[in-house]
């Protein structure tokens, strides 16, 4: 069975959307478990009334993310966890495509990436895309289908969307120490990949949307909690390259100078957003 793990926080609209994709899987025998990091909105009702057979709902007091997806699968009763968003839509077939996956490679320390892009009902804008093609948020158009041999494939341990046994999991579990958004998956792909052999398989027919509208006004505060949980990962894991160093770094503090960052608009937006995103990270 699949335990579909979904840390949510006073987002009940979307999160009912969330259930009903669910709710339209078939094949498979699995379980939602839905953590409400100090909700105050109809969330739970979004459970009660949602046309799943299996799910389970908990409020905890506000805490932060990682937290969060432990305490789902402390509930969990499958073999498999999978981790979602409460604002991540999936298709029909979805959860069929991760199982799959797994019974086709049945190791312990095999992992499953399925792809995540924007919901096309969202009007996507230059940001968005940005953050698609480039790495910053998703890297997928650097990952080929099927087995992926990357000395840094735990940089794609995406909570968005991703599978593994929960046997494996419990092997490390998220560092609940990580306070802000960013960094806390990757650095328990870390652990996984580094102390336990971690494969990672990506399957891009394990498709899901990304229903969560941003724009540039939301850059700054995002790329300075990256930032500083960045320092964090950096601290536990002194001999990773997280934090740039050397030249790269004086470099990039040049690049990112307050009368520099503007500029960079005469090389196209991608460049542009490169540097505003460098430059809110070492504001960190």
Known sequence: MISVVIPTHNRCQVLRICLENLSCQAGVDFEVIVVGDGCTDDSEGATLTSRLQNVQFINQPKSHQGTVRNRGVEMATGDIILFIGDDILVEPGFLKKHLETHQAHPEENVVVLGYTTWDPTLKINDY???????????????????????????????????????????????????????????????????????????????????????????????????????????????????LPRGLKKGILKIATLSFVVPLGRLFGKVFYYKLRSWQEFFRQ
């Not at 046994?165 to 609940?176: A, G, I, P, T, V």
């Not at 990506?202 to 995002?222: G, N, Q, S, V």
Request: proline residues 3%.
């Open 128 to 242: 968005m895309r940005f953050l698609e093609s480039s790495g910053w948020q998703f890297g997928y158009s650097f990952l080929c289908p099927d087995f992926v041999e990357r000395h840094d494939l735990y940089k794609f341990f995406y909570t968005s969307n991703i599978s593994l046994k929960r046997s494996f999991f419990e092997r490390e579990k998220f560092d609940e120490q990580f306070t802000v958004y960013g960094w806390e998956d990757v650095e328990l792909g870390y652990r996984l990949f580094k102390n336990h052999g971690m494969k990672l398989f990506y399957e891009p027919k394990a498709k899901a949307y990304h229903h969560h509208l941003l724009t540039e006004a939301d850059l700054p505060k995002k790329m300075q909690a990256i930032g500083k949980s960045a320092v964090y990962f950096q601290q536990l894991h002194p001999k990773t390259s997280v």
